[in-house]
């Protein structure tokens, strides 16, 4: 019998997103009738494993779940808890950056098993810069894979894909993949073997932008898992991510 697949497993939130619908941007301190209301699971993590599972890849979720709806102040996941799992089940691990410190021990850990098996069973691993917060930003030192935001780019004073990734890239560790999405611009990235960029894919219509980031960073994180090159990648994260921002939510994303 074949040895069951490896997982890839993303850590970080899940939590409760409430949508309401506009007829147009609402101007500040105004009032906006509501057209229409939705309840959708949303954070980073628990998106990107959306996405992951519905492109047919084996994943699992570590982060905080309320026994109901609707819960307060879940706490994230520490080092310690992070211990506990077997680590042997997986093969791609993401961090959603938002304890930083304690997700560096946890990345060390991850270091720690890679450095007792074969190469072949080791784990590659990812991280995801989102948000304009110092703390954060000790996480570009850690990880094959780093992901910076478009606001963390600007944050630094950039104002492309491709400044950010030449200009950021210091920060990480030797022989990482520094990658970074721009919107309708695309992305960019820059490896040990140089600079790549792709360009976006709007959809005809523009429908549900929510979540766009992270079905990207799923989409090209299972293309790397998958052997594939950075550039190939870059593209397949475009495509994807392009074709959700044609469609209210994850269904119909393949």
């Not at 506990?84 to 959603?96: A, N, P, Q, V």
């Not at 850990?109 to 072949?120: D, G, H, M």
């Not at 970074?180 to 695309?186: I, L, V």
């Not at 299972?222 to 495509?239: D, H, P, T």
């Amino acid at each position: 019998m074949a040895a069951k697949e490896k997982q890839i497993l993303c850590v970080g939130l899940v939590c409760l997103d409430i949508i309401n619908v506009v007829d147009k941007f609402p101007v500040e301190d105004t009032d906006t009738r509501c057209l229409a209301q939705r309840w959708q699971r949303g954070g980073n993590a628990s998106n990107t494993c959306t996405v992951l599972s519905l492109l047919g890849a084996p994943c699992g979720f570590m982060g905080s779940l309320a026994p109901g709806r609707v819960s307060e102040n879940l706490p994230d996941v520490t080092s310690e808890d992070f211990r506990k799992i077997d680590l042997s089940l997986y093969k791609w691990i993401h961090w959603e950056g938002r304890n930083a410190s304690e997700q560096v021990a946890m990345i060390q850990q991850v270091e720690q098993f890679n450095a007792t098996v074969p190469a072949e069973h080791r784990i590659t691993t990812s991280v995801e810069i989102e948000k304009t917060r110092e703390e954060l930003y000790q996480l570009f030192g850690h990880g094959d894979v780093v992901f910076v935001s478009k606001d963390v780019a600007r944050h630094f004073g950039f104002n492309s894909a491709s400044e950010a990734v030449r200009r950021l890239y210091n920060r990480v560790k030797p022989g990482a993949y520094l990658i970074c999405a721009w919107a309708e611009k695309g992305a960019d990235a820059m490896g040990p073997d140089g600079v790549f960029h792709s360009n976006a894919f709007p959809p005809e219509k523009l429908v549900d932008t929510l979540g766009a980031g992270d079905t990207f960073n799923a989409a090209v994180l299972l293309s790397l898992c998958n052997g594939k090159s950075i550039q190939e990648s870059l593209k397949f994260g475009c495509q994807i991510a392009g074709r959700k921002c044609g469609i209210q939510g994850y269904d119909g994303i393949v």
